[in-house]
Nanobody, 117 residues
Framework: QVQLVESGGGLVQPGGSLRLSCAASGSIFGCNAMGWYRQAPGKQRELVATITSGGSTNYAEFVKGRFAISGDVAKKRVYLQMNSLQPEDTAVYYC???????????WGQGTQVTVSS
């Protein structure tokens, strides 16, 4: 059974940094990209950043210049370095792995990030 396990969330003051990690256990066939999404209370889940098997990255506008995604899609590991965190970054952050085969996407259980003074 495939599991994506996130770690690294927590409480940080505005302007601080956190690094999220995600690793997959089990075999994921046909994985072509991994990424991070977030969901704040009362809001829909939204894309934060993605990285493809070729190393191409994509960021949401609201994190450009502050967050950096890295990792190795072939090894099913992805990281998110978050700098200059603001209260509006508070959310549950989810790791995602996209595949070309069914079920086409896997999700982690989420890790809470809280930015507050």
């Amino acid at each position: 059974q495939v599991q994506l396990v996130e770690s690294g969330g927590g409480l940080v003051q505005p302007g601080g940094s956190l690094r999220l990690s995600c690793a997959a256990s089990g075999s994921i066939f046909g994985c072509n990209a991994m990424g991070w999404y977030r969901q704040a209370p009362g809001k829909q889940r939204e894309l934060v950043a993605t990285i493809t098997s070729g190393g191409s990255t994509n960021y949401a506008e609201f994190v450009k210049g502050r967050f950096a995604i890295s990792g190795d899609v072939a090894k099913k590991r992805v990281y998110l370095q978050m700098n200059s965190l603001q209260p509006e970054d508070t959310a549950v952050y989810y790791c995602n792995a996209d595949t070309v085969l069914y079920p086409y996407a896997y999700w982690g259980q989420g890790t809470q990030v809280t930015v507050s003074s």
